[in-house]
């Protein structure tokens, strides 16, 4: 396709490299902080910590024309007709987007598409646009107009679907592996969807995008909390799903076997490094989209391998401040950790994110429940994971990733704004506002032997970057 720049180099070993500039011992190391700023990291005396211990993702060769990259990925569809050659007058067109906690460049992708659509005839009326807000929070109207742009939000019906709500769904079946399948009545109704998303490591189906923003992102809860157990069995590791192939990963399995109950899609996705920073847009056939930019994310974001290290830290950028997707980003790198180390998040948090995904009322229900709280998460999770597997709950997957980032290592964030809110103690998570103190306690909590001279390893991009684990996806 016509893309300025040069190609994706998915065939490199490596894809992550090592932090030029951030120094020695005597030097300072950044993360990223906000929009804008930087984070000087105040590590104890003595810890050698160097640049080879500090992993970037790769940011080479962003498009420098978005317009153009867009363009000359639906001039070029990846096996699959033109978006054009697939409607016509009377169609009826479901796009589905991302929600707002993705930086997906939904507002400049949309009226090139709407364009495309209705120089094929396609009527506004039949049109309609819906965020694939899955169990995040629902999207309103100010959000509608942040995420679309002004002129899509007020000239289309755009929905927010009500994940609860099941007269709102149509039912159109369950799969051969026992998923049902219930998608929400605009988009299931449509005679094509469209789907507008990017693609990113993810916890469970390997890397996010594509069908992803139907199923589970405009499913009803019963097909969602189907979908996330897919490949958590009984004794399994969760860690291992992270970044594996779509062939291998049994939650990108399923949604492929759903989608197969759909109709015609059609799959405009995105590899992105931050707000505003492409570097590749595809469109075309979903599966051979999402393949396409997964091979190219493991290029850019997997980690090199190395050894687990004694003290693992984090960064939460780019995302903008979500605790749930913070702490996704912790998760990522669960594997670099050693057993009975210590995992630092760095969780510069937006005021106006800090509750999308989880409600401030669990926040602080969490967080004063104190060092008991702790406890009941790191031994009475599993129970309570399997209360809420046979009741069909999609909160199971959330409680696994929690058990396995806090049964075997300590875990610390720095979070001012959080701290702010909550104090000191979220259940097992001990939450700081001062960086000495952050420090002086992840120095009493490593074993003896380990307090001064630990290993170390640093991912300041951490919602980019992944460190895998090694052995089967299930």
């Given at each position: ?25 005597t030097?300072t ?7 804008d ?9 003595g ?23 867009l363009?000359?990925?639906l001039?070029?569809?990846l ?12 169609s ?15 507002r ?13 005839g396609?009527?506004?009326?039949d ?28 000239s ?35 005679d094509?969807?469209v ?5 990113l ?23 969602l909390g ?10 399994s590791?969760?860690?291992?799903l ?31 490094g ?9 469109a ?8 396409a ?9 997997q980690a090199?391998?190395a ?8 960064g939460?950028?780019p995302w903008?401040g979500d ?8 998760l ?11 995992s630092?998040?760095?969780?510069w948090t937006?005021?106006?994110?800090i509750?999308?995904?989880?409600p401030r ?7 004063g429940?104190?060092?008991p ?19 069909e ?18 875990v610390m ?5 959080l ?7 979220l259940?097992?998570?001990?939450v700081?506002?001062d960086?000495?103190?952050l420090?002086?306690?992840?120095r ?5 032997d380990?307090?001064?001279a630990?290993?170390v ?18």
């Amino acid at each position: 396709m016509a893309y300025p720049g040069r190609p994706g180099r998915a065939g490199r070993s490596a894809s992550t490299r090592t932090r030029g500039g951030m120094g020695m011992t005597t030097g300072t190391i950044e993360a990223p902080w906000g929009g804008d700023g930087t984070l000087a990291l105040a590590l104890p005396p003595g810890w050698n910590v160097g640049r080879e211990h500090v992993v970037e993702p790769d940011l080479s060769d962003a498009a420098a024309d978005y317009p153009a990259a867009l363009a000359g990925a639906l001039d070029a569809p990846l096996d699959a007709p033109r978006l054009e050659d697939r409607v016509g007058p009377g169609s009826k067109v479901a796009i589905v987007v991302d929600d707002p906690s993705r930086w997906t460049p939904v507002r400049e992708a949309l009226p090139i598409v709407l364009a495309r659509l209705h120089g094929a005839g396609v009527a506004a009326g039949d049109v309609t646009i819906s965020v694939g807000v899955g169990r995040h929070h629902a999207v309103d109207d100010a959000a509608m107009r942040e995420r679309l742009g002004d002129g899509p939000a007020a000239s289309y019906r755009c929905y927010s679907p009500p994940v609860d709500d099941l007269a709102a769904y149509v039912d159109l079946g369950t799969t051969a592996s026992g998923v049902p399948v219930r998608v929400f009545r605009p988009v299931a109704e449509a005679d094509v969807r469209v789907l507008i998303g990017s693609v990113l490591p993810h916890l469970q189906a390997g890397f996010g995008g594509g069908y992803k923003l139907i199923f589970p992102g405009t499913s009803h809860r019963t097909t969602l909390g189907a979908l996330h157990r897919q490949g958590l069995s009984a004794g399994s590791d969760a860690g291992r799903l992270l970044g594996s192939p779509s062939a291998e990963n049994p939650m990108r399995l399923a949604v492929n076997e759903a989608a197969g109950l759909l109709g015609p899609c059609f799959s405009i996705s995105h590899l992105i490094g931050a707000p505003g920073m492409i570097f590749r847009a595809r469109a075309g056939r979903p599966e051979s989209v999402q393949d396409a930019l997964a091979e190219e994310a493991r290029a850019r974001f997997q980690a090199p391998p190395a050894p687990p290290a004694d003290v693992v830290v984090v960064g939460n950028s780019p995302w903008p401040g979500d605790p749930m997707q913070s702490f996704k980003a912790l998760l990522h790198h669960r594997a670099a950790s050693s057993p009975g180390g210590v995992s630092v998040g760095l969780f510069w948090t937006d005021p106006a994110e800090i509750d999308r995904s989880m409600p401030r009322a669990a926040l602080r229900l969490i967080a004063g429940s104190g060092a008991p709280g702790g406890w009941a998460i790191r031994r009475l999770l599993p129970a309570v994971e399997r209360v809420l597997s046979a009741r069909e709950s999609s909160a199971a997957f959330m409680l696994r990733w929690a058990r396995e980032l806090v049964v075997d290592r300590t875990v610390m964030i720095y979070a001012p704004p959080l701290h702010a809110r909550i104090g000191g103690r979220l259940g097992p998570v001990r939450v700081f506002a001062d960086q000495d103190a952050l420090w002086r306690a992840v120095r009493r909590a490593l074993p003896r032997d380990r307090r001064d001279a630990p290993s170390v390893r640093i991912f300041p991009r951490g919602g980019l970057t992944y460190a895998p684990q090694a052995g089967p996806s299930a």
